[in-house]
């Protein structure tokens, strides 16, 4: 079985670059979110504590079965720790053995990301030019990143309450493309922008800004607020705008949308990449992808990375898996 460690994602990432594998995760996103009936779904199984959630996630169709072990402690980073990390398995069905067993902190950025451009494709206005971020923690560069691969973003404007945050933030996107525009508030960072990512960690109710701070027909990708009790937009703003989420029945539990009923939310995800539901009508629209992530977003990218792994020979092959002559002689094992 095959163990990818953090630095086996790393160098994957320097051997075929940060676009190009944002390209391979959305091409990957969108396939299975177009074949989502292929798919054994559940809502994720959460474990609250009062610091935070510890979450099992699986997805399975007829060839592969993925499961991701993950964390939310947004008090964590105090402690000198990361808010969420996590590590996933892919099988292979036919026999039940486990093929791989990756990190997931790296991953779980990427692909959530990756889920946000795709939402992006179908509920942003294609000329979108100007994106606004509110929290510049662990997954803040990785959004910019994979949605500046697919729009012509001209400006990054962005507001932590932290200001190490920001700055930490800048640093790291100081080659890119875009001008980067540190603002004093929310309200500034959002007002002008097409796309709006909201990417903070608090567990709360937040109302981070209001429907009129906004312009018309901007995309926003909320994607802090993912379990009971911890959203980032108020309800009222919720029954403004067009809402998209991942999975219902997880949703109404753990995303802004536990904030109202289920008939307020105009589609899922994989209605609009199945063309059953149009994306975007207007210029003036305001739509919001609600995303609190979802078990199949983890097995499309385990799937991607589990074919690269093997295309440029990395990870390592570790005896997790006892290989035997005689599959009943499990106890003969003991006796080298
Ligand atoms: P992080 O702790 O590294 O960063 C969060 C940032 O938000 C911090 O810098 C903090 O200062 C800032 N912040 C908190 N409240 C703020 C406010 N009111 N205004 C401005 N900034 C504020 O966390 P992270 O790993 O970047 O994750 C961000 C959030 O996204 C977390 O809540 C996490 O649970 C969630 N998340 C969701 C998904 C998903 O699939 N939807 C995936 C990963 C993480």
Redesign the pocket.
Known sequence: MKILTVTDIRELIQIIGLENFFKHVIAALEEDFGRWNEFILSPRHGTYYPDGVIELMPCADQQLYSFKYVN?H?G??HKGK???VAIGLLSDVGSGYPLMISEMTLL??FR?AA?GVLAAKYLAREEAKSLAI???????EFQVLAFAGFFQLEEVRF????SQ?MVKFSKNLTRQKFRLIPCGS?VEAVRHADIVIT????KKR?S?FEFADLSPGAFIHA?????PG?TELSAEFLHQVKLVVEYKPQSLVEGEVQQCAADLIYAELWELVCKHKPGRQNNDEIMLFD???FAL?DYSILRVVYELAKEHQLGTESALIPELNDPKDLFGFLNP
Do not use: H, R, Y
């Open positions: 939310g947004p964590n980073p990361l808010t969420v779980t950025a959530t889920t509110i929290g510049t923690g662990a997954q803040a507001f932590d309450t932290d945050a929310i990417a903070t960690a608090a937040q981070l994607m802090g607020g993912d379990c911890k995303s609190v992530g977003e």
